[in-house]
Structures are given as C-alpha cells and as structure tokens.
C-alpha cells in the first residue's frame, strides 16, 4: 500500500560538477488542498527562481518543484512551512475562541 503524504517533502541538491545548490520540494495533493493560496502566493515571489521544466505535475494534484534562491534554501523552505503553520495556528485559535 502507498504511503499518503500530508506535508511537502524538501531536499537540497548538489550538482556534482558545479556545486550549484537546487532545493526540490514535493507538494502532496493533500498538502495543497489545504494551503493551495499561501503556496501559490510563496510561488510567486521573485526569490524564489524556476521555470516551467522545474514544474512536474502529477496526476494527482500533486507536483514537484525544484527552485533556486539567492539566500539560504533550507531558509526559504522553513519561512514557507513556518508561514503555513502560523496559519494553522491561527486558524485553530479562532475557531476554539468561537466555543
């Protein structure tokens, strides 16, 4: 039985050659059903450096990304997972505080 994935799967790559760094996130199609904005909106900010090849799309819903920064990779990849978990958070206060 495959394993469901609910959180975004992130690696750095070392091109052997160059030493160039590549971050490769996997965004699981459950993963984005729920933050599909706050990752559509990190997508677009212009940090954060791909293309149309960089983009694999699965069939379902799913896809992978590899992407370039000018900073530190594992720092964007947290400051996008620490910002969708402040939403989270966020979230979960306001509907306790309607009890």
């Known amino acids: 039985m495959a394993e469901v994935l609910s959180t975004p799967q992130f690696k750095?790559?070392?091109?052997?050659?160059?030493?160039e760094k590549t971050g490769r996130?996997?965004?699981p199609a459950l993963f984005l059903?729920?933050?599909?904005?706050?990752?559509?909106?990190?997508?677009r900010q212009q940090e954060v450096i791909f293309d149309e090849t960089d983009l694999k799309h699965y069939g379902d819903g799913?896809?992978?990304?590899?992407?370039?920064?000018?900073s530190f990779l594992?720092?964007?990849?947290f400051r996008l997972v620490n910002t969708l978990m402040e939403k989270v958070a966020s979230s979960t206060l306001g509907s306790e505080e309607k009890f």
């Open 62 to 70: 799913s896809f992978r990304l590899y992407f370039r920064v000018n």
């Open 74 to 77: 594992e720092g964007e990849y």
């Open 25 to 27: 996130i996997y965004f």
């Open 12 to 19: 750095v790559l070392t091109h052997c050659n160059t030493g």
């Open 33 to 43: 059903a729920e933050f599909h904005e706050c990752v559509t909106q990190w997508l």
